[in-house]
């Protein structure tokens, strides 16, 4: 099987950006499809995409859950990543996951992605995106103790 190119994933995300969500989830759905034995790095940014395309919550879990899966080998619990370019993009995976959690009510697993994410927002860099979400992975902590 050829391995799916960076260019691939890249054009399918810019479908989706553009606002053609339908067109846009077509191609990374084929692209996932396409290339299940590819790598754990294009595994995860494929359903971390598609997790952005689905309206129905319990969807997006499945699909943040993918990424999160593509990206430690484990859809549960937290795990280091199976490559070190991964790193960078566990504490965002654990939010997502978490938000999802808190978003159909399963506190405790929202909890749980949200410390998660925090343990591991370290690798972040000190930029905007570290930033957001480091402030994302606060928030999902404080909105899960308070409920």
Not at 108 to 133: C, D, P, T
Not at 136 to 141: A, C, K, N, P
Request: with cysteine; hydrophobic share 45%; proline share 3%.
């Amino acid at each position: 099987m050829a391995e799916l190119s960076i260019d691939a994933i890249t054009a399918a995300v810019a479908i989706l950006q553009s606002g053609d969500r339908c067109a846009g989830k077509l191609e990374l759905q084929r692209l996932w499809n396409d290339g299940f034995e590819t790598d754990p790095y294009r595994r995860c940014i494929i359903a971390h995409f598609l997790a952005d395309t689905e309206e129905d919550v319990a969807m997006e879990l499945a699909w943040d859950i993918a990424a999160l899966e593509a990206a430690t080998g484990r859809a549960e619990g937290d795990a280091d990543p199976l490559a070190p370019a991964l790193a960078s993009f566990l504490p965002s995976l654990h939010l997502n996951v978490g938000d999802a959690y808190r978003r159909i009510g399963n506190l405790e697993q929202a909890r749980f992605h949200a410390k998660a994410g925090l343990r591991r927002a370290s690798v972040l860099e000190e930029n905007g995106y570290g930033s957001m979400i480091k402030t994302g992975l606060d928030r999902l902590h404080m909105r899960t103790e308070a409920d």
